[in-house]
């Protein structure tokens, strides 16, 4: 299931975290970043997933299918 997990793929951490698959990064994608909601984006390691919620809407999600935060500083 761990190494299934892409970009796109909402899933639950075994810490309860919720949250999209936004980015993988690190040898053979060892971390992923999730966003939890807009703007909030955390790394995590793939390890710690531990169940897909809701697949990527297709095989070819990629990261320009995942909208970046907006900038809140002012």
Do not use: F, H, N
Request: charged fraction near 30%; hydrophobic fraction near 35%.
């Amino acid at each position: 299931t761990q190494r299934a997990v892409g970009i796109g793929d909402e899933v639950i951490t075994g810490a309860g975290i919720v949250g999209r698959v936004v980015a993988e990064e690190g040898e053979d994608g060892e971390l992923v970043i999730l966003e939890s909601t807009p703007g909030v984006r955390i790394k995590i390691a793939r390890q710690a997933v531990v169940r897909v919620l809701s697949p990527r809407s297709g095989p070819e999600a990629t990261t320009a299918d995942v909208p970046e935060p907006e900038d809140r500083t002012e």
